[in-house]
């Protein structure tokens, strides 16, 4: 089965930069051969709902962020080593919360991010940013 575990979480000054990690094992394609697939990042604040930051689609590296994280936030992935990364620079005190990883197949990966787009989540890392 599919196993999405994050890592990196911790506090932060505004401005500051933190870099989370996931990995990823098991197959979004239960016993396919195509290898590429859909990740993405997603925040949830205390008292909100969980909310899309980034996500890659790794067939193309293609990635989609939207506008609270945007030119701030960087997805990438490192093949070899199965894992995703957030890079997140400029720290808000906005951006606390816990962040999930998701994992699913690429065809998740449209001009959206949506929970719902996603079956397969990590336990979360929290992130505080102080002022």
């Known amino acids: 089965q599919v196993r999405v575990v994050e890592s990196g979480g911790g506090s932060a000054q505004a401005g500051g930069s933190l870099r989370l990690s996931c990995a990823a094992s098991?197959?979004?394609?239960?016993?396919?051969?195509?290898?590429?697939?859909?990740m993405g990042w997603f925040r949830q604040a205390q008292g909100k709902e969980r909310e899309g930051g980034a996500r890659?689609?790794?067939?193309?590296?293609?990635?989609l962020y939207t506008e609270s994280v945007k030119g701030r936030f960087t997805i990438s992935e490192d093949n070899a080593k199965n894992t995703v990364y957030l890079q997140m620079n400029s720290l808000k005190p906005e951006d606390t919360g816990m962040y999930y990883c998701?994992?699913?197949?690429?065809?998740?990966?449209?001009?959206?991010?949506?929970?719902?787009?996603?079956?397969?989540w990590g336990q979360g890392t929290q992130v505080t940013v102080s002022s």
């Open positions: 890659i689609y790794t067939g193309t590296g293609d990635t």
């Open positions: 098991g197959s979004v394609y239960s016993g396919s051969t195509i290898s590429s697939y859909c």
């Open positions: 998701a994992a699913d197949r690429s065809y998740r990966c449209g001009a959206s991010l949506s929970v719902a787009d996603f079956r397969y």
